[in-house]
Nanobody, 125 residues
Framework: QVQLVESGGGSVQAGGSLRLSCAAS????????MGWFRQAPGKEREFVAA????????NYLNSVEGRFTISRDNAKNTAYLQMNSLKHEDTAVYYC??????????????????WGRGTQVTVSS
C-alpha cells in the first residue's frame, strides 16, 4: 500500500503561484508513475500532469503546459507540482496519484492504483 498526502494548496490571486507537494509513505515511489489530477465543482476529474518512473518523461494537460511543472524526488519520496501564472479556471481540488504499471503519456485515471485525498486550490480573478 502507498499512502499519498497532498499539501500546499490555498487561495491565491490570478497570476500567482503555488507549489503542491505529494508525500508518500508505505512504499518507495521510485517504481511508480506519479500524476496530478484536478476536479472542479460540477466537473469530471481531469488529468493535469504526470512524470515517468525512470526516464523522467513528463506529460501535461494542454491548458497548463508552460505554466505548471511536475517533478519528483525519489529520495524524499515526494512528488511536486509547481503552478505559476495561475488562472481562475485552475480552481479545483488537486489530487496526487501513483501508478505501478502505467506511463506518463496515458492520461487515464484508471491506470492509477493509489490516490491522495486532495488539496484545494482557489484562484481569485
Amino acid at each position: 500500500q502507498v499512502q499519498l498526502v497532498e499539501s500546499g494548496g490555498g487561495s491565491v490571486q490570478a497570476g500567482g503561484s503555488l507549489r503542491l507537494s505529494c508525500a508518500a509513505s508505505g512504499r518507495p515511489i521510485a517504481p511508480y508513475v506519479m500524476g496530478w489530477f484536478r476536479q472542479a465543482p460540477g466537473k469530471e476529474r481531469e488529468f493535469v500532469a504526470a512524470i515517468n518512473r525512470r526516464d523522467g518523461l513528463t506529460n501535461y494537460l494542454n491548458s497548463v503546459e508552460g505554466r505548471f511543472t511536475i517533478s519528483r524526488d525519489n529520495a524524499k519520496n515526494t512528488a511536486y507540482l509547481q503552478m505559476n501564472s495561475l488562472k481562475h479556471e485552475d480552481t479545483a481540488v488537486y489530487y496526487c496519484a501513483a501508478s505501478l504499471a502505467g506511463s506518463a503519456d496515458d492520461t487515464s485515471h484508471a491506470q492509477y492504483n493509489y490516490w491522495g485525498r486532495g488539496t484545494q486550490v482557489t484562484v481569485s480573478s
